[in-house]
């Protein structure tokens, strides 16, 4: 089988209300379920203690809230893979990157967890009293994206159940149909290979430099050759094609073919100090084998996490000494990796939060210009010099929070939030934009799930992958990725579209699937 919403051996046949993408229980998907309002009581119940620790910040009530936060998390993985059978739907995958990004160091702080090592003085050292603030932010972000997913369900299932001749999903997306005769696949493997020989290049002739210099100068002073640039500028649009590639693969082989690849550019991009980068290929090659091939199980998927969190730490400690083979030697690194100690380190991104509540007191609110920023420079930045002779004079948050915070060092930072910029533009009424956020994720994932519609698989999937690290960076950092792949893959669609009216004139294109 070549892949598609419906994966393994008891796919063909079931019609429209059976179980879908591997489906562990065969269970209808719009059959009454009380995991869906548990996960709606859940996130009702986390909005409104959110709102109630505004008022009353006691260390009771952030306890309260910190487990309810938590609560909500299991709650809606529970519905999510009751209706899916998938622990890495596109839901899921962003309402886990809100949580881990942000809630279990102060979990940690504020329970008290012997598993808490870090000391938490260092990243609360500014803006520390408004860390049960914090708490009860992230508890509104997390409660208002639960609830966007929830309501793009519906209305998608909805839909589905008014439809007078629901026609059963297709065993596969992968079809001449679907990618226009082929063309839309050939032109996909076509950008991954010249992308992926592109990066080969890039390595070979500056990885020599590179290797020479430690992390933070490879950063502070950047190789000014076109190959180093255009690298840097378009290094995320690998993620994408490592998606749509591996969605389209129709066989064993292209999928390892494919897999190899990713794994070999990742060692690469490794050496030269990057987690980023093949943190995302993994989640990708991961995401793309658990909805074609066969569901990974949540233990692999945990005790994968858990490796990655220690190998992090390695990374992080060792290239700070040096590039290259260096990365993997462990040198300067924590005598133990630990995982608990990894998720704190990670989640303890949350200080930019707590400091950009701190800074704003002083200085109010942005009022969107940081988003607006952020959409102008979708554009590349030199056409924009070009064209209007400067930039926008816009300071971007994470360069607002180190001009604030006297204590990063020259070069160093704390990147950012996507929480903390919702509350650097709009204060607490920021959290609505997490509403449309998981309502927009929500509503491509389903659509591929309910309608087999292959193209709404890869733009909430891309949205989503890209999340589960820029959860904890600024929009104007990954804004153009989340554009132009979703305009590449718009065109794919279009392209389709008009291949299959051409074959067939007397086609009728839903108007929501064209979308």
């Known amino acids: 089988m070549t892949g598609g919403p419906l994966v393994g051996s008891h796919q063909t046949g079931l019609g429209w209300a059976s179980a879908v993408a591997g489906f562990h229980s065969r269970r209808p998907l719009v059959e009454p379920d009380f ?18 620790l505004l008022a009353s910040t006691s260390t009771l009530h952030v306890q309260t809230n910190l487990i309810l936060q938590l609560a909500l998390v299991v709650v809606f993985a529970w519905w999510s893979v ?33 598993v808490f090592q870090r000391d938490p003085t260092r990243d609360l050292a500014v803006g520390g009293s408004y860390a049960p603030n914090a708490v009860a932010l992230i508890g509104l972000c997390l409660g208002m994206t ?31 149909a679907e990618f226009g005769g082929g063309v839309v696949r050939r032109t996909i493997w076509v950008l991954f290979f010249v992308f992926a020989a592109f990066t080969l290049a890039y390595f070979y002739y500056e990885g020599s430099r590179a290797f020479r210099l430690e992390y933070i100068e ?39 073919a494919v897999a190899v690849s990713v794994l070999g ?27 074609f091939v066969r569901r990974i199980r949540l233990v692999l998927i945990v005790g994968v996490c858990v490796g990655l969190l220690a190998f992090s730490s390695v ?39 707590v400091r950009t509540m701190y800074f704003c007191a002083h200085d109010g609110f942005a009022y969107g210009l940081s988003i607006g920023d952020a959409v102008v420079y979708v554009v590349p930045r030199e056409v924009i010099r070009f064209v209007f002779g400067g930039d926008t ?13 006297r204590d990063i060092r020259k070069g160093g930072g704390f990147g950012f939030s996507a929480v903390a910029e919702a509350y650097y533009n709009f204060g607490y009424y920021g959290c609505l934009l997490f509403l449309p956020l998981g309502w927009l994720v929500a509503r491509s994932y389903y659509r591929w799930v309910l309608r087999g519609d292959g193209f709404s698989f890869l ?39 008009g291949w299959r009216l051409v074959q067939d004139p007397g086609t009728r294109v839903e108007a929501g699937a064209a979308r």
């Open 315 to 353: 990374i992080v400690q060792s290239r700070e000494s040096g590039l290259g083979t260096n990365v993997f030697s462990g040198e300067g690194a924590p005598h133990e990796a630990s995982a608990w100690q990894g998720l704190w380190e990670i989640s303890a991104s949350v200080n930019t939060v």
């Open 393 to 405: 004079g816009i300071t971007a948050p994470g360069d607002w929070l180190v001009e604030n915070s």
């Open 146 to 176: 639960v609830l966007g997913c929830l309501i793009a369900f519906v209305r998608e299932a909805t839909r589905k159940m008014q439809e007078r001749h629901p026609q059963r999903l297709p065993e596969t997306w992968v079809s001449g």
């Open 265 to 291: 550019i990742a060692l690469l991009q490794l050496m030269m100090g990057a987690r980023s980068l093949p943190f995302l290929a993994v989640v990708a090659v991961g995401v793309c084998y658990d909805h």
């Open 35 to 52: 995991s869906r309002p548990a996960a709606l009581v859940g996130a009702c119940a986390l909005l409104l203690h959110s709102v109630f």
């Open 459 to 497: 733009q909430s999937m891309n949205v989503a992958i890209v999340f589960t690290l820029n959860m904890r960076n600024q929009l104007g950092s990954y804004m153009r990725v989340l554009v132009y792949a979703a305009a590449m893959i718009a065109v794919f669609r279009r392209i389709a579209a």
């Open 218 to 256: 490879l950063y502070r002073d950047p190789s000014e050759s076109f190959l180093s640039r255009a690298y840097f500028r378009t290094q995320f649009g690998w993620i994408t094609l490592v998606l749509c590639t591996l969605s389209v693969a129709a066989s064993w082989s292209q999928r390892a």
């Open 82 to 114: 009751r209706t899916t059978g998938s622990y890495m739907g596109a839901p899921l995958l962003l309402v886990a990157a809100l949580y881990i990004w942000h809630s279990p160091f102060l979990t940690g702080y504020f329970l008290k967890l012997s």
